[in-house]
């Protein structure tokens, strides 16, 4: 995976989910946002302190983690 620069998680912030540099915005809303219909022009309105490359990396993390495979501990 690339390095994500702009993604951070903290056990402090919005219970540790993974958030967009540090604010209280978790990746999750922005890919639902994007999932629901809205366009980044919208998303970067309702939330201006956001830029475009934060969208991008939103949903390079989603996709990342949707490839990722848990495989399973053998327990003895």
Do not use: F
Request: glycine share 8%.
């Amino acid at each position: 995976m690339q390095n994500l620069t702009r993604i951070t998680r903290n056990p402090e912030v919005m219970g540790g989910k993974p958030c967009i540099r540090g604010m209280r915005v978790t990746v999750g809303t922005v890919v639902g946002l994007l999932a629901s219909g809205h366009s980044q022009s919208d998303i970067l309105k309702a939330y201006p302190y956001l830029e475009e490359a934060d969208i991008y990396e939103s949903l390079a993390y989603a996709a990342w983690r949707a490839e990722e495979i848990e495989v399973p501990l053998e327990t003895a």
